[in-house]
């Protein structure tokens, strides 16, 4: 699944989304070209998806304050013949979020978290909305999950565990990531909070007991490094590991975006420019866990800065 927010499918800024599938051969083909039913211009749709088995879903959100239309998150899937349809459109139950609605989204099977970011400035909280998928086949909001000041930037979704960011977004404190857990009856828990994380932008993933942390500010001359926590069998969240690429760069960013799939990690970072003194060649680093250590295997680097701005991780496949 590919978001294209800038696709003029019906108008300018309207967006797209597209569907590829692979094929016996192993190429992927484009199967399904998604837009929304109520498709406008300057909806941005595609800005953040996300896609599990037969359901995918797409953000159309507007990366503005001040305005007057809601950005929904729709909801597609797909049908026993192949075919995706728009099944349903989300917006969160009090409309005071629903301007920021959408800042980051996550689906897995029958459960769907779509971020609210929050303002402290304008005393908004931050919200983590859950949908569920009911016994009737519909999406319907179970819970609100909030939190103060930039609580919502970005979500990432484990089964029945959940973690989200609070940055430090225009305010000198520092921000965390909370973690979350569904109990036997279905409500969120809050298990973990790791604080005294400045950045302007974090980047985290979540793989059963283990979270990992991207810090592309961190290190000397914002070199960046990469935070590995794992949750004790008293329930705490303990830093077990720092990881760095084996050659490190003065502004290399680090740790940009991270994702983790069992002994498999890749971490976005910036790689050496020879007698320049900046960095233009984003690459993604790639590291197998070996014994009790993760070890870096090898670089992708396709030589251009757009590289990894963006990445997923699944079993053996990495996009």
Known sequence: LIGASGEPSCGENAGAAYIYEAAIDGRYEL?????????????????????????????????????????????????DAGAWTETAQLLPDNNDHALGFGASIAVQENRIIVTALGDLAAEISGAAFVFERSASGVWEQTERIERAGSFGAFAVLDHNRLAVTAPSIGTSASGGIYLFEADAHGVWVEIGRIGG???????????????????????????????????????????????????????????????????????????????????????????????????????????????????DLENRTAV
């Open 31 to 79: 199967v399904a070209s998604l837009a929304p039913a109520n498709c406008k211009s300057g909806r941005f749709f595609g800005h953040v998806v996300a896609l599990s088995g037969s359901v995918a879903i797409v953000g159309g959100t507007k990366g503005f304050l001040g305005g007057t239309v809601p950005n929904p998150v729709y909801v597609f899937e797909r049908d």
């Open 197 to 311: 994380i400045t950045e302007a932008s974090i980047r985290c993933d979540i793989d059963g007991d283990r979270l990992v942390i991207g810090r592309s500010s961190a290190e000397r001359q914002q070199r960046g490094r990469l935070d590995i926590y794992e949750r004790t069998h008293q329930g705490n969240w303990e830093l077990v590991e720092f990881v760095n690429p084996l050659s490190s760069y003065d502004y290399g960013a680090f740790g940009a975006d991270v994702e983790i799939d069992g002994n498999r990690l890749l971490v976005v970072g910036y790689a050496e420019q020879i007698n320049l003194p900046y960095n233009i060649d984003r690459v993604v680093y790639v590291f197998h866990r070996t014994g009790d250590a993760w070890r870096q295997q090898h670089i992708i680097d396709v030589g251009t800065t757009g590289f990894g701005i963006s990445i």
